[in-house]
Every structure is written in structure tokens, then in C-alpha cells.
T-cell receptor, first 111, second 114 residues
Framework: GEDVEQSLFLSVREGDSSVINCTYT??????LYWYKQEPGAGLQLLTY?????DMKQDQRLTVLLNKKDKHLSLRIADTQTGDSAIYFC???????????FGKGTRLSVIA | GAVVSQHPSRVICKSGTSVKIECRSL??????MFWYRQFPKQSLMLMAT?????????EQGVEKDKFLINHASLTLSTLTVTSAHPEDSSFYIC??????????FGSGTRLTVV
């Protein structure tokens, strides 16, 4: 079945880069996503990448996709304290289907 | 962009009572909504898929009689937790996908059953 794995914790110093990794199993996934969840809040879509892309950059965020290894990463440049949150990796095929989420990586930014 | 409004954001209820959570799509029509549940420090688990005008599709292990889903219109889906117990305390989130990748999530409802 579908499964998304990611490390549970990451701690970085303010100003450094953060890299959050994720592996997935469904090779038919058309889109792969990164969501951010702040305490007590819903999910905010940060960015997504289409499966035929290798990289996508959006301001401080860079997503790398290795489709062969089914590996996805999110790099946050110049990490700020406001970036402290839980980051979820998710996959889904195209269409009106639910997402499959990883367990989330709790990012702690140390000032 | 598409907005999903979820209410209430927080509710405390007594054991044995029922609680209704609403999700409204504000500026689009959602034929399908997804209901997720999130336990503390855990990921989102899909509970059910809500389809307008038809019965919801529940994931394995989710009691359909306990978690009643109604999707009577293209802009409103409701989840009712019936005869709530402390183990039902959780964070419930709805989501709708309308062409945009990833879909739009409600802000979530924190349910505490005492």
C-alpha cells in the first residue's frame, strides 16, 4: 500500500539551512507536496512538485525529487524562528483523491 | 484562492453527547471532501471521503455509525461524532480538492471529550 516516511525531528540554528527528507512508495503519484502545520492550526500548503520535475524553487524553499529512489526533500534557506512547525510530506495520484501523509517532521529553530 | 471554512475550531463536550463539525467551501463547489483525524504528534489519518448527494466512503477501521458524515450540498459537509467518549478527543480536519494540487484544508477542530 501507500506509505510515506519522514524523520520526526530536526533542529537547526537560525540562519542555517534546513533539509527535511521524505520517502514514498507510490510510483504513480502525480504530485508530491509539502505542508506546514503550526501548533493548533490546520495545514498550509507550502509547495508541491509535479512528478516529472526534478527540482522546484520558490523563494527560500527548494524541493528536490528523485523519482527513481522515490525520495523528496524540502530545503529551507536562511531558516527563521517563524519556520518552527511540523512539516508534512504527502503524495497522491492525480484527480480528486485524498492525500497520504507522512508522520511529519517537527522543525525547531534555535535563535 | 479556494477557502474551506471549518467550525468550530475548538469544542469541549461531555462524554455521551454528540458534536457536529462543519466544513464549508466558501468560493467554490466541492463535490468531494475528505475528513482526517490527527492524534497528538502523529500524522493525519484519512477517516472518510464525503461525496455530495451520496453516502460517504469510510476507511477501514472507522465506525460509520459513530462518525456520521453528511454532504447535502456542494458547499457543506458535516461530521457528527455521536456518543462521544474521551478516546474520540482529537484534531479533526476537512479538505476539498478542486483542481488545485493538494487541495484546500480547513483550519481544524480540536475536540476534547470530558
Amino acid at each position: 500500500g501507500e506509505d510515506v516516511e519522514q524523520s520526526l525531528f530536526l533542529s537547526v540554528r537560525e540562519g542555517d539551512s534546513s533539509v527535511i527528507n521524505c520517502t514514498y512508495t507510490d510510483s504513480s503519484s502525480t504530485y508530491l507536496y509539502w505542508y506546514k502545520q503550526e501548533p493548533g492550526a490546520g495545514l498550509q500548503l507550502l509547495t508541491y512538485i509535479f512528478s516529472n520535475m526534478d527540482m522546484k524553487q520558490d523563494q527560500r524553499l527548494t524541493v528536490l525529487l528523485n523519482k527513481k529512489d522515490k525520495h523528496l526533500s524540502l530545503r529551507i534557506a536562511d531558516t527563521q524562528t517563524g519556520d518552527s512547525a511540523i512539516y508534512f510530506c504527502a503524495e497522491s495520484p492525480a484527480g480528486n483523491t485524498p492525500l497520504v501523509f507522512g508522520k511529519g517532521t517537527r522543525l525547531s529553530v534555535i535563535a | 484562492g479556494a477557502v474551506v471554512s471549518q467550525h468550530p475550531s475548538r469544542v469541549i463536550c461531555k462524554s455521551g453527547t454528540s458534536v457536529k463539525i462543519e466544513c464549508r467551501s466558501l468560493d467554490f463547489q466541492a463535490t468531494t471532501m475528505f475528513w482526517y483525524r490527527q492524534f497528538p504528534k502523529q500524522s493525519l489519518m484519512l477517516m472518510a471521503t464525503s461525496n455530495e448527494g451520496s453516502k460517504a466512503t469510510y476507511e477501514q477501521g472507522v465506525e460509520k455509525d459513530k462518525f456520521l458524515i453528511n454532504h447535502a450540498s456542494l458547499t457543506l459537509s458535516t461530521l457528527t461524532v455521536t456518543s462521544a467518549h474521551p478516546e474520540d478527543s482529537s484534531f479533526y480536519i476537512c479538505s476539498a480538492r478542486v483542481g488545485d494540487p493538494g487541495g484546500t484544508f480547513g483550519s481544524g477542530t480540536r475536540l476534547t471529550v470530558v
